[in-house]
């Protein structure tokens, strides 16, 4: 885990539309303990190979933009994983909320543990940040693993401890046939939702095929050939099974 506030980035985003409300400048950031098999950043995985900076450096930078956020903008920090970084995300976020921007963070949850020092640095990201949008890949535990190479257990516990702590959420699913559309699993998901307090929209993500080219490029397999995007009556019925529109 990277300890200090220089923080090394994958690739920025300054007018990005999906990625939390509003125009948005969305920081890529490097490394992911996931191997997930639909990837689309691949090139992301390590913490190696990207450009380092330091939070008030990139706060300048995305200073620049702020006239187009609107009153919904703001900046979101996704990945990779950017709680790998999570000094590095603090230190940015603090700078920004300074400059009364809107601030989330993309995460996948995997790196979360209520043990220290990680549990009392999340803490003090949560200080910082005024939105979560956390993706559960997989409800199953043993289909998760599958996926991604690791367990959900700790990221079901991430959910839980941001709904008691009250911090907005949220929740995002990548529909990818053939691995995440069980009926049995969308169900088991929207159940679990349905037991956060603190989950202001939830999203059915359709899989794509965009960034195959990255895993050739780098030499690495990619293991869902021939796996095509869901179709519209498959990402309804995700939205039904998952209660999307019960949530604004």
């Not at 980035?9 to 999906?18: D, I, K, P």
């Not at 993500?205 to 960034?211: A, D, E, S």
């Amino acid at each position: 885990m990277i300890l200090s506030t220089k923080g090394i980035v994958h690739s920025l985003e300054s007018f990005g539309a999906a990625d939390g409300p509003g125009v948005r400048f969305v920081v890529f950031l490097k490394g992911c303990n996931l191997r997930c098999k639909y990837c689309h950043n691949p090139d992301s995985w390590g913490e190696t190979g990207g450009e380092e900076t330091d939070a008030g450096q990139l706060i300048k930078k995305i200073l620049r933009y702020k006239s187009y956020w609107g009153e919904e903008g703001g900046i979101t920090v996704s990945g990779g994983e950017p709680l790998i970084q999570i000094d590095f995300v603090t230190e940015l976020f603090k700078l920004a909320k300074a400059e009364g921007i809107h601030t989330a963070i993309d995460t996948s949850g995997e790196p979360f543990t209520v043990e220290e020092p990680f549990i009392s640095k999340f803490n003090e990201l949560m200080k910082y940040t005024d939105l979560v949008l956390l993706d559960i890949k997989e409800i199953n535990d043993e289909r998760h693993k599958e996926l991604t190479g690791k367990t959900n257990k700790n990221i079901l516990s991430l959910a839980q401890y941001l709904s008691q702590i009250k911090k907005p959420v949220w929740i995002r699913h990548v529909l990818v046939p053939e691995n995440t559309d069980y009926d049995e699993d969308l169900d088991a998901l929207g159940e679990f939702i349905s037991t956060l307090s603190n989950v202001k929209k939830v999203e059915v993500l359709p899989y794509h095929t965009l960034g195959v080219f990255k895993w050739e490029k780098l030499g690495i397999k990619y293991r869902l050939e021939g796996i095509s995007s869901p179709s519209s009556e498959r990402m309804t019925n995700a939205q039904k099974r998952l209660g999307c529109n019960k949530y604004s």
